[in-house]
Nanobody, 118 residues
Framework: VQLVESGGGSVEAGGSLRLSCAAS????????KGWYRQAPGKQRELVAS???????NYADSVKGRFTISGDNAKNTVYLQMNSPRPEDTAVYYC?????????????WGQGTQVTVSS
């Protein structure tokens, strides 16, 4: 599975930004797609995830502001970022999980920088 992100950049606080991630290769085997982020000096953390069936999960810090969605036909996942805050500044990584729970394998994109200015 290969993951390619796009849509990162700079945005003012209160604006909006949409990230996209296209999967290729054995994309049919993906069970969960998601977005993680890593700010300087901090650990990588889950932002949001979506299952193949459409169930979503969000970090508390982004609930009500960010929306994850997926297009299974296009093997693409999106992250709509509304009302971003300076603390959302980080490198955002697309993630895909394949395999059953006991044998999960994580794939990662190359990351895209998101910078939110106040």
């Amino acid at each position: 599975v290969q993951l390619v992100e796009s849509g990162g950049g700079s945005v003012e606080a209160g604006g909006s930004l949409r990230l996209s991630c296209a999967a290729s290769g054995s994309a049919f085997s993906i069970n969960v797609k998601g977005w993680y982020r890593q700010a300087p000096g901090k650990q990588r953390e889950l932002v949001a995830s979506i299952t193949y069936e459409g169930s979503t999960n969000y970090a508390d810090s982004v609930k009500g502001r960010f929306t994850i969605s997926g297009d299974n036909a296009k093997n693409t996942v999106y992250l709509q970022m509304n009302s971003p805050r300076p603390e959302d500044t980080a490198v955002y990584y697309c993630n895909a999980i394949t395999g059953p729970p006991q044998y999960e394998y994580y794939y990662w994109g190359q990351g895209t920088q998101v910078t939110v200015s106040s």
